[in-house]
């Protein structure tokens, strides 16, 4: 397949990662002491990276934007993590958690990549466990499962709601481990605003640290590029401020091909925007599917009248109410995969049935949870005959135990108790199934750059099933990239230390100092933020959770005309040798602007809709999404090579061996 | 509503600080502290000054990054929430909102708002982890049973987001409740029995390293802490640290 070798192993799908690793070369350890590798980036795939890199023997380097690793974003997720441990006997296996994969990601993403990530699902919970990780548990003392959107099985682990936290704390503190051993030099409040390349290798970066404003050289044998998704391209989205594309746009414009930039996940489930003011977007865990029911009001004139405050939605009964996902598809019900949930949300409030001042708003309703749980409870605890005030009391105590750090953090924001009357959602940017392509090695196409967790293409295709973000992060990190990049580090065991003082890094460090001066030189009248929210609108209206030809290709040249307008109109006050984030905001805005281009241009050629890429043109008579197996099953991969809009597209043909090409259904 | 901000403005770590006072209108109660700042920064821009820098990232209090002591309280006035959770429904109009960084020797300030917590970070690198090698030859983590009231007291005490509300809310500036938080949880794990006593030892002789005060009991600590991290922790920690040093 032309240029794009994916380096999938031979054999039989379930044999190819052991086969794999039994025959890739190794380094050993006393040739380890010598080799220096870079990993930028310490969410769950750096940060699990960098301590099993550290801990195989080799000089590892960390570096983060935070002012810890323990901050990256990572760190904000709430629902779970999947892993095939089939501890429920309801049937799971590494082969139904890959087939589910596969299927949820629409048939958009690499057999052979998934199957590894289920089969290595297993061994996270035990590494984890053995960590301290403080999963939630039965009373029996084994762990508990949930099930989340999309299967029918129940397989995904949690720590309340905010398992990322703890798998991150547990990553972190194997990290910390190796910084005591000497063995991770962590730089923290750093950015990396450069790759180097020594004869076409990856040989160390440039990287700014953002207390004095020095800019730095620092070489390696290896760069690892951990740096999570691009979400914030639409401004608003439920990443953390500081989240970014610049690690992997600056190593796309040096030669790393960007895969599938438009195949964006759209959460259904978060706090809807409450005003101009708003600067992120909050999720409300796809955990709250499981026992929350969506609906809408089925009159308009009753949506409306909620609309105008003289209607409650708890006084609204049952047969007024449209339970719209349950109604559409009996099968998953609410359970249904994201895009699915997030576009009949949209359909339903763009046809006027939204419940908030905006009309983009629809009621997540824990009521009838509340009920069965009281009553189960009352049951369980001996109860006779209890009045319903009890069993109400009962009922909201099992789903505080279950959510309540959900809830609470719903009632600060929303000032309304969701106990007592339905939560409102609207869907929102939240992942990014896009990203720098990779080939089975997680190797990028610029040989010794490496890149893993949300910042690669690799797994979900079209759309990213709930808590796999997690288990990719921790798979790609702890089993997945120390072993394979030994392969590639097995030929440099007698290149020596990498000089920095060399032309390449000369020229390097030349440029970034120049993009800064470039920015800061404009001198304009109108903030990063400005230009960002206008970018964001774009995006939004255009490349978000439906698009079409014509949108499309406005947003191509309304965000050329931004960015013009961006390098000479955006005013950053301060200098280059001090801390500045206004400067940091526009390094970083200054990518987007590059990388929202890319996206239209995927999203217009993509003729096809699938997963969370829906094209209004082409779907089927009851609005479901219609894919083109024939014209588009491939990763689309977009070579760089000057303006965005020049980019070259690179085919690699997914191979589908072991699963039958489907339509989706969830009916 | 309209508010007079009084900020502390610092260009950075060497330099001496002091408050300045912004008045500011247009602010709402749905917005977020936070958010009531980026509006202030967004006018000091347009007016060509610089920004005020705060520390955040999240933006929905789990991070820990976020650090603002807000009317002499950290993360403000209501509780059990991180300042970039803390709304403006909290102030009224014509309030007088006093902003400072948190306060601690061991916090250095680098510019305005933003602290320098590293020493959090060296205190879990001297013992906050379990040594077991992350290369996933690991048991099957079923084979551990571990009670659930355990598992749900392991599981508060790591929820700490080593965020410093603790230390800035102390009179004495010190780290215990965020470091028996650490301490707590791998001893309330048969896991994170083993290394029990190497523990404690090694964090807690780096706290008093790095210069943190000692603990009087007082509680403040557990009253500001977003995360709602128990004294318990501490009495825990004494516990193990007791039991360490006769052993040790
Ligand atoms: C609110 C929320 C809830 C979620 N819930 C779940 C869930 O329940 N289950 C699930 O499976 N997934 C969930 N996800 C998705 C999942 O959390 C992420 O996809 C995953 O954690 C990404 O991990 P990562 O290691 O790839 O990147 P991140 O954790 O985002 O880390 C990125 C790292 O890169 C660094 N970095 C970035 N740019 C630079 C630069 N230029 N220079 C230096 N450093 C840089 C950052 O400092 C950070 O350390 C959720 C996501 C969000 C936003
Ligand atoms: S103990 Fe509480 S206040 Fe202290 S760092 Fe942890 S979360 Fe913050
Ligand atoms: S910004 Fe993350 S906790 Fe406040």
């Given at each position: 397949?032309?240029?794009?070798?994916?380096?999938v192993?031979s054999?039989?799908?379930?044999?190819?990662?052991?086969?794999?690793?039994?025959?890739?070369?190794?380094?050993?350890?006393?040739n380890?002491?010598?080799?220096?590798?870079?990993?930028?980036?310490?969410?769950?795939?750096?940060?699990?990276?960098?301590?099993?890199?550290?801990?195989?023997?080799?000089?590892?380097?960390?570096?983060?934007?935070?002012?810890?690793?323990?901050r990256?974003?990572?760190?904000?997720a709430?629902?779970g993590?999947n892993?095939?441990?089939?501890?429920?006997?309801d049937?799971?296996?590494p082969?139904?958690?890959?087939?589910d994969?596969?299927?949820?990601?629409?048939?958009?993403?690499?057999?052979a990549?998934?199957?590894?990530?289920?089969?290595?699902?297993?061994?996270?919970?035990?590494?984890?466990?053995?960590?301290?990780v403080?999963?939630?548990?039965?009373?029996?003392?084994?762990?508990?499962?949930?099930?989340?959107g999309?299967?029918?099985?129940?397989?995904?682990?949690?720590?309340?709601?905010?398992?990322?936290?703890?798998?991150l704390?547990?990553?972190y503190?194997?990290?910390?481990?190796?910084?005591?051993?000497?063995?991770?030099?962590?730089?923290?409040?750093?950015?990396?605003?450069d790759?180097v390349?020594?004869d076409?290798?990856?040989?160390?970066?440039?990287?700014?640290d953002?207390?004095?404003?020095?800019?730095?050289?620092?070489?390696?044998?290896?760069?690892?590029?951990?740096?999570?998704?691009?979400?914030?391209?639409?401004?608003?989205?439920?990443?953390?401020?500081?989240s970014?594309?610049?690690?992997?746009?600056?190593?796309?414009?040096?030669?790393?091909?960007?895969?599938n930039?438009?195949?964006?996940q759209?959460?259904?489930?978060?706090i809807?925007?409450?005003?101009?003011?708003?600067s992120?977007?909050?999720?409300?865990?796809?955990?709250?599917?499981?026992?929350?029911?969506?609906?809408?009001?089925?009159?308009?004139?009753?949506?409306?009248?909620?609309?105008?405050?003289?209607?409650?939605?708890?006084?609204?009964?049952?047969?007024?109410?449209?339970?719209?996902?349950e109604?559409?598809?009996?099968?998953?019900?609410?359970?249904v995969?994201?895009?699915?949930?997030?576009r009949?949300?949209?359909?339903?409030?763009?046809?006027?049935?939204?419940?908030?001042?905006?009309?983009?708003?629809?009621?997540?309703?824990?009521?009838?949870a509340?009920?069965?749980?009281?009553?189960?409870?009352?049951?369980?605890s001996?109860?006779k005959?209890?009045?319903?005030?009890?069993?109400?009391?009962?009922?909201?105590?099992?789903?505080?135990a279950?959510?309540?750090?959900l809830?609470q953090?719903?009632?600060k924001?929303?000032?309304?108790?969701?106990?007592?009357?339905?939560?409102?959602?609207?869907?929102?940017?939240?992942?990014?199934?896009g990203?720098?392509?990779?080939?089975?090695?997680l190797?990028?196409?610029?040989?010794?750059?490496?890149?893993?967790g949300?910042?690669?293409?690799?797994?979900?295709?079209?759309?990213?099933?709930?808590?796999?973000?997690?288990?990719?992060?921790?798979?790609?990190?702890y089993?997945?990239?120390?072993y394979?990049i030994?392969?590639?580090?097995?030929?440099?065991?007698r290149?020596?230390?990498?000089?920095?003082?060399?032309?390449?890094?000369?020229k390097?460090?030349?440029?970034?100092?120049?993009?800064?001066?470039?920015?800061?030189?404009?001198?304009?009248?109108?903030?990063?933020d400005?230009?960002?929210?206008?970018?964001?609108?774009?995006?939004?209206?255009?490349?978000?959770?439906?698009?079409?030809?014509?949108g499309?290709?406005?947003a191509?040249?309304?965000?050329?005309?931004?960015?013009?307008e961006?390098?000479?109109?955006?005013?950053?006050?301060?200098?280059?040798?001090e801390?500045?984030?206004?400067?940091?905001?526009?390094?970083?805005?200054?990518?987007?602007?590059?990388?929202?281009?890319?996206?239209?241009?995927?999203g217009l050629?993509?003729k096809?809709s699938?997963?969370?890429?829906?094209?209004?043109?082409?779907?089927t008579?009851?609005?479901?999404a219609?894919?083109?197996?024939?014209?588009?099953?491939?990763?689309?991969?977009?070579?760089?090579k000057?303006?965005?809009?020049?980019?070259?597209?690179?085919?690699?043909?997914?191979?589908?061996?072991?699963i039958?090409?489907?339509?989706?259904?969830?009916? | 509503?309209?508010?007079?901000?009084?900020?502390?403005?610092?260009?950075n770590?060497?330099?001496?600080g002091?408050?300045?006072?912004?008045?500011?209108?247009?602010?709402?109660?749905?917005?977020?502290?936070?958010?009531m700042?980026?509006?202030l920064?967004?006018?000091?821009?347009?007016?060509?000054?610089?920004p005020?820098?705060?520390?955040?990232?999240?933006r929905?209090?789990?991070?820990?990054?976020?650090?603002?002591?807000?009317?002499?309280?950290?993360?403000?006035?209501?509780?059990l929430?991180?300042?970039?959770?803390?709304?403006?429904?909290m102030?009224?109009?014509?309030?007088?909102?006093?902003?400072?960084?948190?306060?601690?020797?061991?916090?250095?300030?680098?510019?305005?708002?933003?602290?320098?917590?590293?020493?959090?970070?060296?205190?879990q690198?001297?013992?906050?982890y379990?040594?077991?090698?992350?290369?996933?030859?690991t048991?099957?983590?079923n084979?551990?049973?571990?009670?659930?009231?355990?598992a749900?007291?392991?599981?508060?005490a790591?929820?700490?987001?080593?965020?410093?509300?603790?230390?800035?809310?102390?009179k004495n500036?010190?780290?215990?409740?965020?470091?028996?938080?650490?301490?707590?949880?791998?001893?309330?794990?048969?896991?994170?029995?083993?290394e029990?006593?190497?523990?404690?030892?090694?964090m807690?002789?780096?706290?008093?390293?790095?210069?943190?005060?000692?603990?009087?009991?007082t509680?403040?600590?557990?009253?500001?802490?977003?995360?709602?991290?128990?004294?318990?922790n501490?009495?825990r920690?004494?516990?193990?640290?007791?039991?360490?040093?006769?052993?040790?």
């Open positions: 397949m032309g240029i794009l070798d994916s380096k192993p054999g039989p799908l379930a044999d190819k990662w052991t086969k794999h690793k039994n025959e890739i070369n190794l380094v050993n350890p006393a380890k002491r010598n080799i220096d590798i870079i990993v930028v980036g310490t969410g769950l795939a750096g940060g699990a990276a960098a301590a099993t890199l550290a801990e195989l023997g080799y000089n590892v380097k960390t570096f983060c934007y935070q002012d810890s690793p323990r990256a974003h990572s760190i904000a709430q629902g993590i892993a095939a441990k089939n501890y429920q006997g049937g799971d296996s082969y139904r958690l890959f087939y994969t596969v299927k949820g990601g629409d048939y958009r993403s690499r057999e990549n998934v199957y590894r990530l289920a089969e290595e699902s297993v061994n996270i919970i035990d590494q984890c466990v053995a960590q301290g403080p999963f939630a548990r039965e009373y029996g003392g084994m762990l508990d499962n949930r099930s989340f999309g299967v029918l099985v129940s397989r995904t682990f949690y720590a309340k709601g905010q398992t990322g936290q703890q798998l704390l547990g990553a503190s194997a990290m910390n481990r190796q910084i005591n051993r000497g063995k991770i030099q962590a730089f923290n409040r750093h950015e990396m605003l790759i390349l020594v076409g290798k990856a040989r160390g970066i440039i990287a700014r953002m207390v004095t404003g020095e800019i730095e050289r620092h070489g390696a044998h290896a760069v690892v590029l951990a740096t999570g998704g691009y979400g914030n391209v639409f401004y608003l989205s439920t990443n953390a401020m500081g970014n594309v610049t690690a992997a746009w600056r190593a796309h414009r040096r030669g790393a091909f960007f895969a930039p438009c195949f964006t759209i959460h259904p489930t978060c809807p925007v409450s005003g101009d003011h708003q992120k977007l909050t999720l409300m865990s796809e955990s709250l599917r499981n026992d929350g029911r969506i609906w809408v009001p089925r009159r308009l004139e009753d949506a409306k009248a909620i609309r105008e405050g003289k209607l409650k939605p708890t006084q609204l009964k049952e047969e007024d109410r449209d339970y719209y996902l109604r559409r598809y009996p099968a998953f019900g609410n359970l995969p994201r895009d699915v949930a997030s009949a949300a949209k359909e339903r409030c763009d046809a006027g049935f939204g419940v908030n001042k905006t009309g983009e708003a629809v009621y997540l309703d824990f009521s009838a509340i009920q069965r749980y009281g009553k189960e409870k009352a049951l369980t001996g109860l005959d209890p009045d319903g005030e009890t069993i109400t009391r009962l009922g909201e105590e099992v789903v505080e279950k959510y309540g750090n809830f953090m719903y009632e924001i929303v000032d309304e108790n969701p106990y007592k009357t339905p939560m409102m959602i609207y869907p929102a940017v939240h992942y990014t199934m990203g720098l392509w990779v080939d089975y090695n190797q990028t196409t610029i040989p010794g750059c490496y890149c893993a949300e910042a690669n293409f690799s797994d979900h295709g079209a759309n990213r099933l709930g808590a796999s973000a997690l288990m990719q992060g921790l798979a790609d990190g089993f997945v990239l120390p394979t030994g392969d590639y580090l097995s030929k440099d065991i290149t020596g230390k990498i000089a920095t003082d060399t032309e390449a890094f000369d390097a460090e030349a440029d970034v100092r120049g993009r800064l001066q470039q920015l800061l030189n404009a001198r304009g009248d109108k903030s990063v400005y230009f960002h929210k206008k970018l964001g609108k774009i995006m939004w209206d255009k490349c978000g959770m439906s698009r079409n030809a014509e499309l290709k406005e191509i040249e309304e965000i050329a005309a931004l960015r013009k961006f390098y000479a109109n955006v005013r950053i006050p301060g200098g280059m040798d801390m500045n984030t206004e400067l940091e905001k526009a390094f970083r805005v200054a990518d987007f602007l590059e990388l929202g281009e890319l996206f239209a241009k995927d050629h993509r096809e699938c997963g969370g890429h829906f094209r209004e043109e082409y779907q008579e009851d609005g479901e219609l894919r083109d197996d024939k014209n588009f099953k491939y990763v689309a991969s977009w070579e760089y000057g303006e965005p809009k020049d980019a070259v597209l690179h085919k690699e043909d997914l191979v589908f061996e072991n039958e090409l489907k339509t989706r259904s969830y009916k | 509503m309209k508010l007079l901000l009084k900020i502390w403005r610092q260009q770590a060497s330099s001496k002091k408050f300045v006072d912004y008045p500011i209108s247009g602010i709402e109660g749905d917005m977020s502290f936070l958010e700042l980026d509006v920064n967004q006018q000091l821009i347009d007016k060509g000054e610089e005020v820098v705060f520390d955040h990232d999240c929905e209090g789990i991070c820990g990054t976020c650090s603002l002591q807000i009317n002499g309280e950290p993360h403000g006035p209501d509780r929430i991180t300042t970039c959770q803390l709304h403006m429904r102030f009224k109009d014509g309030d007088t909102i006093v902003i400072e960084p948190f306060r601690a020797k061991a916090f250095p300030v680098i510019k305005d708002l933003m602290v320098d917590r590293s020493a959090f970070d060296r205190i690198q001297a013992g906050g379990i040594s077991v090698n992350t290369s996933g030859n048991v099957d983590a084979t551990i049973p571990i009670e659930k009231t355990k749900d007291d392991a599981f508060n790591a929820a700490c987001i080593g965020c410093g509300a603790c230390v800035a809310a102390c500036a010190s780290a215990m409740l965020f470091t028996s938080a650490k301490v707590s949880q791998f001893a309330l794990l048969p896991q994170g029995r083993v029990a006593t190497q523990r404690v030892l090694s807690v002789r780096q706290m008093d390293l790095e210069g943190f005060g000692n603990c009087t009991n509680g403040a600590c557990e009253v500001e802490c977003p995360k709602g991290i128990s004294l318990e501490i009495a920690m004494n516990r193990e640290y007791l039991m360490a040093s006769v052993k040790g």
